[in-house]
């Protein structure tokens, strides 16, 4: 296993790198700018290898250590895996191999879970490769081996949402409810009290999840919780950036869809950032994208 020492550098100023297969990263990064306003971000979109969903853990585990090893050269004093799927596979070895603190949205997303419930059953969805390795399962239960767990993969929501975002309107398409009722009419069934959206890309279409779930079920997501724990992270480190620093936004693409990026950072973000395009060393398994 490799290193990448960057801890002889103490520079506030630094950026923080935060990273998803799409635009489902934008969903963590909107949480992120809000609690820590003063900081520097690198949102990188690994655009032309989305979704990982589908993918083996072994080859999303080699993004997380190939994208991570891209932010830490860029210098980033943290990295956030903005992705389920990638925190799943690849966290654990992501902290091994850099001495920069890596934060993943697994565990933060079961916390707030575990917060809310009140009956004890909680349901998930999420990507078949975050289900299927049952992150969800395990990160509930250390925190509260009591809870039952429903997961259920719901990966046609992935494409849902960054279809969505690529600007064809915010009204759900009949097909999109035919997915969301095959998906979740076994969750309402079992009657969890909480329901947790295990990807990332999944607030961005919480109002479609939200109506088939019925107004008695909480929605929740690993946004904010993640965001707290970076900034408890960074401030016991002493590295937030100072109060008079302004938010400064910077994104990568490895597709060639920066200017959906562009569009996706104004209208979720509100802010206009510099969008370019970046090839990964080993961008070997290039599928269409997303959308
Ligand atoms: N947004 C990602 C997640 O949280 C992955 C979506 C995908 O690429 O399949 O799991």
Not at 11 to 27: H, K, Y
Not at 183 to 212: F, K, M, S, W
Not at 214 to 221: A, K, Q, R
Request: glycine share 8%; charged share 20%.
């Amino acid at each position: 296993m490799w290193s990448l020492s960057t801890t002889d550098r103490v520079d506030e100023r630094a950026p923080i790198g935060v990273f998803d297969s799409g635009l489902g990263g934008l969903t963590v990064l909107s949480e992120l700018m809000r609690v820590l306003p003063h900081e520097r971000f690198v949102f990188l979109g690994d655009s032309a290898r989305c979704p990982y969903g589908p993918r083996h853990p072994e080859e999303v585990r080699s993004f997380v250590l190939e994208i991570g090893a891209h932010l830490a050269q860029l210098g980033c004093k943290m990295i956030v895996i903005a992705c389920n799927t990638a925190t799943a596979a690849g966290l654990a070895d992501a902290q091994r191999a850099f001495d920069v603190p890596v934060v993943g949205v697994v565990e933060p997303g079961a916390r707030a879970a575990v917060h809310m419930t009140r009956s004890r059953r909680v349901g998930v969805i999420a990507t078949e490769g975050t289900i299927a390795q049952g992150a969800y399962e395990r990160a509930i239960a250390h925190l509260d081996a009591g809870i039952q767990v429903f997961s259920q993969a719901a990966p046609e929501f992935v494409r849902i949402a960054e279809a969505r975002f690529a600007g064809d309107g915010s009204v759900a398409a009949e097909e999109d409810q035919r997915w969301a009722q095959q998906y979740l009419a076994p969750l309402v069934q079992r009657q969890v009290d909480t329901l947790v959206l295990g990807c990332t890309h999944y607030p961005l279409i919480a109002d479609l999840i939200a109506e088939q779930m019925g107004e008695d079920v909480t929605l929740v997501s690993s946004a904010e919780e993640t965001a707290r724990e970076v900034r408890a992270i960074l401030e016991r480190r002493g590295d937030v950036a100072g109060p008079d620093a302004p938010l400064e936004l910077e994104m990568l693409v490895t597709g060639d869809d920066a200017q959906k990026f562009a569009l996706s950072a104004r209208g979720l973000l509100g802010v206009e950032a510099p969008v370019a395009q970046v090839r990964l060393a080993a961008q070997l398994h290039e599928g269409e994208g997303c959308s």
